[in-house]
């Protein structure tokens, strides 16, 4: 408390200390420099980087205070490895010949006939073409760069080499720290992802055809080679998919038409061409990278060869230079027609519905929307609503006023006039603008309380099992009518701990699992909408979702007036993005390897094959590979994810991304090549599904040992050479697993246990998170916290959002005199300091500033002060649209809305019987030392 | 004579046990070959596993009445894990988690199907024998 200067702030650095503090282990603990054996005891904070100890592990973040000048680095000794001297200003690192580096990961394959050249000179393969998109920068040489980080001078040469040299693992002292007597851990030098989500860079380099991380993830880039590494690995072997991800403006993926050659694909495996095919025979032959079969190239795909054996036409091909492609296709892979566009709206109007204004913000957001629904003219739209009957609506192009037809025998539905329900958007486009004006005042004065969700669910299957579509369903009680009726269940504390806590967290009624299989055999997504205060049962209604590659939109205690936004925009965003429908999706991978589970929300429809009838940007799927043999002889795996879809346009086409990844022999370079992300994702979809089968303990519990037991693997790996004392070691590439690990342990759907989280929120969460892509995920585990008071007092206005520092989440950064946004890509809540500058709080709230702040919106008013904190709210809404983030203000004390908005998430305290981050690192260590 | 008669009247029985199960082993592993899928997959296995937990429990208590007091100790074991199951509600295949459950499900079944032979062999054997007390 009471660090003013945000550059000086202690936390900004994530580890300066690193390896320097340890006076209880042994000297030579790792090598040291000679020139500090000395280790400062009272370390200045302005002291530069240079004069630690750890100047040798570059690949350890070393915060540069920015105040400070860059020092000059000394030259080096290193008395442990033979290079000594590297001067480190004379030797630019690309012409360092990498054989000599003691740890070149992948010696070059000369016999390889992929078209990876063995890199020379330490430059990177680049194709001898002109234009080729995805050709990389020339970067440095180096295989295992280490993200970037901020403050990092972003690889000197010294880095460079010493890097290469040293074995690169970074550690943790857990001795006691200077200036206290307890044992512990420095916070300060505990690493944070205070900078956004930085995946591996190494294998985009290695393989520059490969696909953008952004669609495929593997959870590490060095797939084992061997049956035992597998099981040495501990933690998740696998990938994150992301078919349809968001591309920036200005990228697009590569459409291609075939036409008359039809898709090359190869004869045995189904692999659709990519660029780590070989042509061969002149040409006339081109060999499949995934089962090396020799298949025939199509007379009109031929082309010669040229002297280096490529494709003459390679730049007219970006099938063969592009990782990911989209093809049209043709009849062949139409199983009817390509559908249009459907929307159908399952609205609930009993009594809380229309009370909560759920039915007017709803109404009024789809009729905004009919303009920007995708597919026109060939969209489809229906409405029905329910109660404790169903309301069907005629809505055809020739009448002018919609007419309610009531169905109210519920056990034996059926459907009145079938065709004039769904209709062409474009041709009762005024029927349809009628209706949506008219719904809110419809039921106005409807006081039924009963709910028939089960019968409206029968019904919307009859309608739209002809087409398929996308089902939006609105739900605002607990299904309480016909069948699918759902009890009241998990308000009894005392089932929590007991073998039954879990069936709590799956659905009550089979009902629900067996619509969502039905819906998803007629290619209908379900999007269920939540918004009761009491309980729904998402546990159940999220099954729909769950099934159909759906998504959970839970609001609790919905009042139009707070909640009316977010509900606007996320529901605007869920009808207008690009959406894939009547898909389906193949992971294929090369031979040795499988995918043996899949994880996210979706159905299977073979071992293999993910039914997933409407897809989009906002949905990541998981798998977990398993070696089929013990061992993998070949030298690279490759993998490609084949999503087949018809676009709104009414294409069906084939998204294509391919990707290749080396194989590994050791260990150690498993670990140094995994990606934190895409284990953090693996992880956590495991540890939910494991809620719905065990008690949450139990899940929490098998994520700590997971994570445990990859330390201790990591550890033995090192603790032979080295005297490594009481340090934590743990590879660079997993510095922030730690404390991952932590915020999912204290995520929504596994904290505590019965009054931490209510059931419905959990279990929304959980839906949530099975879908999140690795970015959203791992903004929601750790979500930033930024400092906002200073940059609005500033005067200059270009300075942007960029600039504000992202600080640890912990109670302690948070000053009584400052006002803090914080922000986990959900929600902003805005945290004002208790003894914060009036003025600014005037600035921003007006004159209501003193009242309560749970009733006072931040509008825009006329000051610089207050355009700044919108633009600064828009611009952070604006970053991450896939859902709407409401801003919640909360005032220093003000208890209890401050604890659940804001302290319950500061994952690095204790809270509740939890630990904080130095705890869970003591914990975790005690556990990685014990033997076995 | 009647000796003979329960042995056979079993006999017939356990074979029919054995047909359900391997019926439900082939749908299983035409799911896993993708000959099938999984929602005809699962219909066809959960139309029988009712009959196939009926017959069970009718051929429990048939030993049972017919004083074959050992035989009907063996098939307790069985006939208590259906009702386990039934009482649980997990009796019947998960169209939508059939992929994640294909192992356990297999597993479950082979070993339904070894425990049905080992009692078709004593069943046969003690035929046999009675057969033969008989013939003397």
């Not at chain 1, 442990?80 to 630019?92: C, E, G, S, W």
């Not at chain 1, 007219?316 to 492609?325: A, I």
């Not at chain 1, 009993?350 to 597919?375: F, N, Y």
């Not at chain 2, 017939?12 to 391997?22: E, G, K, M, R, S």
Request: aromatic share 10%; proline share 9%.
């Amino acid at each position: 408390m009471g660090t003013r200067n945000p550059e000086m702030t202690p936390f900004s650095s994530s580890g300066p200390l690193v390896g320097s503090y340890d006076e209880s282990s042994p000297p030579p603990s790792i090598p040291l420099p000679q020139s500090t054996s000395i280790p400062p005891r009272f370390p200045a904070p302005p002291q530069s980087a240079s004069q630690f100890p750890q100047q040798q592990f570059p690949t350890i973040p070393q915060q540069q205070f920015p105040s400070i000048p860059p020092p000059q680095f000394p030259q080096q000794q290193f008395p442990t490895i033979p290079h000594q001297q590297v001067p480190h200003q004379q030797v630019p690192h690309q012409q360092v010949p990498h054989q000599q580096f003691p740890h070149q990961p992948f010696p070059a394959m000369p016999n390889q006939p992929a078209p990876y050249a063995p890199p020379l000179q330490g430059q990177p393969y680049a194709p001898p073409l002109q234009g080729q998109p995805y050709a990389p920068p020339p970067l440095q040489r180096q295989p295992y760069a280490p993200p970037p980080f901020q403050g990092q001078p972003s690889g000197p040469p010294l880095a460079a080499n010493i890097q290469a040299l040293m074995e690169d693992f970074s550690s943790l002292s857990v001795g006691s720290i200077p200036g206290s007597i307890e044992p512990g851990v420095d916070l300060k030098a505990l690493p944070r992802p205070l900078d956004a989500d930085i995946h591996p860079k190494s294998l985009s380099d290695m393989y520059p055809m490969n696909c953008n991380p952004r669609y495929l993830r593997l959870t590490t880039t060095g797939i084992p080679s061997s049956q035992s590494l597998v099981s040495r690995w501990h933690l998740p072997l696998g990938a994150v998919v992301c078919p349809l991800a968001q591309v920036p403006d200005g990228e697009e993926v590569p459409i291609i038409n075939f036409a008359s050659t039809g898709i090359i694909r190869c004869r045995r495996c189904r692999t659709y061409v990519n660029p780590y095919v070989t042509f061969t025979d002149a040409g006339r032959k081109w060999r499949c990278n995934m089962c090396s079969l020799l298949n025939d190239v199509p007379g009109d795909y031929f082309a010669h060869l040229d002297a280096t054996g490529r494709r003459i036409d390679l730049d007219q091909r970006p099938e063969l230079t592009q990782g990911s492609v989209e093809f049209v296709a043709p009849t062949e892979y139409m199983v009817r027609p390509p559908m249009p566009p459907l929307y159908f709206f399952l609205i609930d109007v009993s009594v809380s519905a229309v009370r909560s204004g759920m039915i007017e913000v709803v109404a009024k957001t789809i009729r905004s929307c009919l303009d920007k629904l995708p597919g026109f003219p060939r969209t489809q739209i229906g409405f029905a609503t329910f109660d404790s009957t169903i309301h069907f609506y005629n809505l055809k192009s020739s009448l002018t006023q919609p007419q309610m037809m009531v169905v109210s025998d519920l056990d034996d539905i059926f459907v009145p006039l079938p065709d004039d329900l769904l209709v062409n958007l474009s041709e009762s486009r005024n029927v349809v603008e009628t209706f949506l004006d008219s719904l809110p005042s419809m039921f106005q004065d409807n006081v039924n309380v009963e709910s028939a969700l089960g019968p409206a669910l029968k019904a919307a299957l009859m309608l739209m099992s002809q087409l398929g579509g996308k089902l939006l369903i609105f739900q605002n009680t607990l299904p309480s009518f016909g069948v699918g009726r759902l009890k009241l269940r998990g308000d009894d504390p005392r089932v929590y701990g007991t073998d039954k806590e879990h069936m709590l967290r799956i659905p009550e009624d089979p009902l629900y699992k067996q619509m969502a299989a039905e819906f998803t055999k007629f290619q209908i997504g379900v999007d269920v909408y939540a918004f009761s205060d009491k309980y729904t049962d998402i546990a159940s209604l999220g099954t729909l979702a769950k099934y159909t590659g759906g998504q959970v939109y839970y609001y609790p205690g919905f009042q139009s007036a707070i909640h009316g936004e977010k509900l606007k925009h996320e529901l605007a965003r869920d009808l207008t993005r690009e959406t894939a429908w009547e898909s389906v999706m193949r992971v294929r991978c090369g031979k040795g390897v499988r995918f043996s589970s899949y994880h996210g929300n979706f159905m299977l429809r073979s071992t293999d094959l993910l039914a997933l009838p409407a897809v989009d940007c906002d949905k990541a799927f998981a798998m977990q590979l398993s070696l089929e043999d013990t061992l993998l002889t070949t030298q690279t795996v490759y993998f490609q994810v084949a999503l087949l879809y018809t676009a709104s346009c009414g294409e069906r086409r084939i998204r294509v991304h391919t990707a290749a990844a080396p194989v590994v022999t050791d260990l150690a370079e498993m670990y140094r090549q995994a990606d934190t992300g895409a284990i953090v994702s693996l992880l956590s979809r495991l540890a939910i599904e494991k809620t719905l089968s065990s008690k949450l303990e139990d899940a929490r519990n098998s994520l700590q040992l997971r994570i445990t037991k990859a330390l201790k693997e990591y550890r033995n790996l090192y603790s032979v050479q080295h005297r490594l004392g009481g340090r934590i070691i743990y590879p660079e590439s997993l510095k922030f697993l730690l404390l991952y690990g932590l915020s999912l342990y204290k995520s929504t759907p596994l904290r505590g246990g019965y009054p931490d989280v209510a059931l419905d929120e959990r279990c929304a969460a959980g839906f949530t998170m099975m879908t999140l892509s690795v970015e959203k995920l791992l903004k929601l585990l750790y979500p930033s916290l930024i400092w906002v008071d200073e940059h609005l007092l500033k005067t200059t206005d270009h300075e942007d959002i960029e600039s504000l520092k992202r600080l640890p989440l912990a109670a302690s950064s948070l000053d009584s005199r400052g006002l803090y946004i914080y922000d986990d890509g959900f929600r902003i809540v805005v945290w004002f300091g208790r003894v914060l500058a009036p003025d600014i709080a005037m600035n921003l709230l007006g004159p209501e500033c003193a009242a309560e702040l749970s009733k006072v919106s931040l509008g825009k008013r006329d000051n610089e002060m207050s355009r700044k904190m919108i633009k600064i709210v828009e611009k952070l809404r604006e970053s991450e649209p896939s859902y709407y983030k409401l801003c919640h203000l909360v005032r220093q004390g003000e208890q209890p809305r401050e604890g659940f908005l804001l302290l319950m998430n500061l994952v690095e305290d204790p809270m509740g019987g939890t630990n904080g981050y130095v705890d869970w690192v003591l914990q975790v260590h005690r556990q990685v030392q014990q033997n076995p | 004579m009647g000796g003979l008669l329960v042995w056979l009247v079993s006999f017939f029985f356990l074979i029919a046990l054995l047909i359900i199960i391997v019926f439900q082993l082939m749908c299983l592993a035409d799911l896993e070959f993708d000959y099938i899928n999984p929602y005809d997959s699962s219909k066809r296995i959960n139309r029988v596993i009712l009959p196939e937990f009926i017959t069970q429990g009718v051929l429990c208590a048939f030993f049972l009445l017919t004083g074959h007091w050992f035989m009907s100790l063996l098939c307790g074991p069985y006939l208590y894990y259906n009702v386990r199951q039934y009482t649980r509600k997990q009796h019947l295949v998960d169209v939508t988690e059939i992929f994640n459950m294909l192992d356990k499900e297999k597993k479950r079944r082979l070993f339904k199907l070894f425990y049905l032979v080992f009692l078709l062999f004593l069943c046969i054997f003690w035929m046999i024998l009675t057969a033969l007390e008989d013939h003397e």
